[in-house]
C-alpha cells in the first residue's frame, strides 16, 4: 500500500480482555516495528522484526504482550489480560531495510488502545 | 543510556515568523543519527528532517532547518516562515547509526497563531 495502514484506529476494551492490534507495512519494507505512546510521551520501542523473525523484543513490557509478522508483511500485536496501564496509542512502523544509512522508518496513524 | 530531552513542553510563533524547538541528548555513541518528527492530530509521525552526526553541515529541508551542535549534544530545529499547517507536536529522536530502535524525547507542542 502507499503506506502504513493500522486497525482498528480507536478500541475500547474491558480490563482482563484480550486485543489485537494490525499492521499492514509498506509494500516490500522487510523492517517493521511496533512502538507505543502513552499519553504526554514520546514513542517508546516495543518490537522489531526483519521479515518473519522478531529480531529483537526487548520492548516488550511483559509476557502478557506477543506480536507475530508469519507471513513477513502484516503484523499483529497480541495483547492479554488487558491492564488499564496499557491504554495508549500503538504506533506501527515500517522501513525498506533494518539498519544502516538511510534507514528512514514510515510510521503508520497509530491504534488507540483505551483499556477501561 | 542514551537519552533524548526536550524542555520545552509548548511553544507559540505568530504566522509567518520564525521559531526554534530545542532538543539535548546524551550517548557516549560517536556515530548515530539524529531526526526531527512531526506529529499533528492524526497520531501520524512524519519525517520532519534528519542529521547525520559525521556531517558537519547542518541539514535544511525547505523552511525546515536544524542547528547541531555536537559537542554540547545539542539538536535544535528551527522553522521559517512559521504556517498554520505547522501545529503539531513535535519529537526529536535519536538512532545509533541508523539502527532501528529510536529513542523519542517528549515533545514539544507548537502552536501557530494567525
Known amino acids: 500500500g502507499a503506506g502504513v495502514s493500522q486497525t482498528p484506529s480507536n478500541k475500547v476494551t474491558e480490563k482482563g480482555k484480550y486485543v489485537e492490534l494490525r499492521c499492514d507495512p509498506i509494500?516490500?519494507?522487510?523492517?517493521l516495528y511496533w512502538y507505543r505512546q502513552s499519553l504526554g510521551q514520546g514513542p517508546e520501542f516495543l518490537i522489531y522484526?526483519?521479515?518473519?523473525?522478531?529480531?529483537?523484543d526487548s520492548g516488550l513490557p511483559n509476557d502478557r504482550f506477543f506480536a507475530v509478522r508469519p507471513e513477513g508483511s502484516v503484523s499483529t500485536l497480541k495483547i492479554q489480560r488487558t491492564e488499564r496501564g496499557d491504554s495508549a496509542v500503538y504506533l506501527c512502523?515500517?522501513?525498506?531495510?533494518?539498519?544502516?544509512?538511510?534507514?528512514?522508518?514510515?510510521f503508520g496513524e497509530g491504534s488507540w488502545l483505551t483499556v477501561v | 543510556a542514551q537519552t533524548v530531552t526536550q524542555s520545552q513542553p509548548e511553544m507559540s510563533v505568530q504566522e509567518a515568523e520564525t521559531v526554534t524547538l530545542s532538543c539535548t541528548y546524551d550517548?557516549?555513541?560517536?556515530?548515530?543519527?539524529l531526526f526531527w518528527y512531526k506529529q499533528p492530530p492524526s497520531r501520524q509521525m512524519i519525517l520532519v528532517i534528519r542529521?547525520?552526526?559525521?556531517?558537519?553541515q547542518n541539514a535544511t529541508e525547505n523552511r525546515f532547518s536544524v542547528n547541531f551542535q555536537k559537542a554540547a549534544k545539542s539538536f535544535s530545529l528551527k522553522i521559517s516562515d512559521s504556517q498554520l499547517g505547522d501545529a503539531a507536536m513535535y519529537f526529536c529522536?535519536?538512532?545509533?547509526?541508523?539502527?532501528?530502535?529510536?529513542?523519542f524525547g517528549t515533545g514539544t507542542r507548537l502552536k501557530v497563531l494567525a
Open positions: 512502523a515500517s522501513s525498506a531495510t533494518g539498519q544502516g544509512y538511510g534507514n528512514t522508518i514510515y
Open positions: 522484526f526483519q521479515g518473519t523473525g522478531a529480531a529483537d
Open positions: 542529521q547525520e552526526a559525521y556531517k558537519q
Open positions: 509494500s516490500g519494507h522487510t523492517a
Open positions: 529522536a535519536y538512532s545509533t547509526s541508523g539502527t532501528y530502535k529510536y529513542i
Open positions: 550517548t557516549s555513541e560517536s556515530d548515530y543519527y
